[in-house]
């Protein structure tokens, strides 16, 4: 029952936190908004204040898009701490998963040693490729 509550608890906190948001993300809005409005006004007059305006307006947008991002990470990491730990796995066939892990980490490393070659010799052969390419149009 605690655990039920604390939980509640902290999803309320988050939903306050995600409304603060929303009305700062509003007020940021409508700031960005009569900075518009004064842009507008500014181009009737003066070209290089517009300039200044705008790279104001791009720096808001910005801190807006750091900002998001922050929430972001932080609603991320409070659902992972919410949400509980993977359960573990069954541990009745023990003796089956090592012998497939044994052949695992072989064939991974095989493949991404290959990954790593194919690149090197596709360099490799780009030369004589070339080379042929010339010769044909050539002759």
């Known amino acids: 029952m605690l655990l039920l509550l604390l939980l509640l608890l902290l999803l309320l906190l988050l939903l306050l936190l995600l409304l603060l948001l929303l009305l700062l993300l509003l007020l940021l809005l409508l700031?960005?908004?009569l900075l518009l409005l004064l842009l507008l006004l500014l181009l009737l007059l003066l070209p290089l204040l517009l300039l200044l305006l705008l790279l104001l307006l791009l720096l808001l947008l910005l801190l807006l898009l750091l900002l998001l991002l922050l929430l972001l990470?932080?609603?991320l990491l409070l659902l992972v701490l919410l949400l509980?730990?993977?359960p573990?796995?069954?541990t009745?066939?023990?003796t089956h998963h090592h012998h497939h892990h044994h052949h695992h980490p072989?064939?991974?490393s095989t493949s991404s040693l290959l990954l790593l070659?194919?690149?090197l010799l596709l360099l490799y052969l780009l030369p004589y490729y070339y080379y042929y390419y010339d010769y044909y149009y050539h002759y």
Do not use: G, R, S
Request: aromatic share 0%; no cysteine; hydrophobic share 40%.
């Open 92 to 94: 009745t066939t023990t």
């Open 31 to 33: 700031l960005l908004l």
């Open 117 to 119: 070659l194919l690149p």
């Open 106 to 108: 072989t064939t991974t």
């Open 88 to 90: 573990p796995p069954p």
């Open 73 to 75: 990470l932080l609603v």
């Open 84 to 86: 509980p730990p993977p």
